[in-house]
Nanobody
Framework: VQLQASGGGLVQAGGSLRLSCAASGSIFESINMGWYRQAPGKERELVAS???????NYADSVKGRFIISRDSAKNTVYLQMNSLKPEDTAVYYC?????????????WGQGTEVTVSS
């Protein structure tokens, strides 16, 4: 499975960015796609996730500001980030969780950097 993330960049506080992540090469059932982020000196944290059924989950810190969506036909997940804050600055990693030979396995994209200036 290969995941290609894009859409990061530099934006001022209050601005918006849209991240995209396209998955390819999998023959296994996709269960979940989403985004983690890692800020300098901090642990990686879950930002948002979406199942194939459309159920979403968000970190408390981004609820009401970020929207995750998924195009199953394209096997692509999007993260619309609004009202960005300097504390959203991090490298964002997309992932896909698949059901593989009776177990769950996650695959990761290369990361895309988001910088929010104050």
């Amino acid at each position: 499975v290969q995941l290609q993330a894009s859409g990061g960049g530099l934006v001022q506080a209050g601005g918006s960015l849209r991240l995209s992540c396209a998955a390819s090469g999998s023959i296994f059932e996709s269960i979940n796609m989403g985004w983690y982020r890692q800020a300098p000196g901090k642990e990686r944290e879950l930002v948002a996730s979406v199942t194939t059924g459309g159920s979403t989950n968000y970190a408390d810190s981004v609820k009401g500001r970020f929207i995750i969506s998924r195009d199953s036909a394209k096997n692509t997940v999007y993260l619309q980030m609004n009202s960005l804050k300097p504390e959203d600055t991090a490298v964002y990693y997309c992932y896909e969780e698949v059901f593989k030979y009776g177990d769950y396995e996650s695959y990761w994209g290369q990361g895309t950097e988001v910088t929010v200036s104050s």
